[in-house]
């Protein structure tokens, strides 16, 4: 499976493994690297608002019943508020 220099298009790039000639697209390379950028950033946006959910929750269970009232809260809500937010009255 010998490739001959005639037959490499531009960008292409030739890499010998174990004897074999490979063509290494380097745009498929670039996607590639470009996906595990991408993946990387959407975990480390996840792992962060995993952490501002449990901050959220830990904060809310220090008010007291009176404050959690004054700002619309019941103690049963809490959970559903800090991971979904919440609907503005209307909203269905």
């Known amino acids: 499976?010998?490739?001959s220099n005639s037959s490499l298009k531009q960008g292409d790039t030739t890499m010998t493994i174990f004897g074999q000639e490979l063509v290494a697209?380097?745009?498929a390379l670039s996607r590639l690297f470009a996906?595990?950028?991408?993946t990387c950033r959407a975990t480390g946006h996840?792992?962060?608002r995993i952490v501002r959910i449990r901050r959220d929750r830990a904060r809310l269970e220090e008010f007291p019943d009176h404050l959690l009232r004054d700002i619309g809260?019941?103690?049963g809500e809490m959970l559903s508020i800090?991971?979904?937010?919440?609907r503005e009255h209307g909203d269905a």
């Open 1 to 3: 499976m010998a490739l």
């Open 25 to 27: 697209d380097r745009s």
């Open 35 to 38: 996906a595990i950028v991408e």
């Open 46 to 48: 996840f792992l962060a």
């Open 73 to 75: 809260i019941g103690r």
């Open 82 to 86: 800090t991971r979904f937010g919440r």
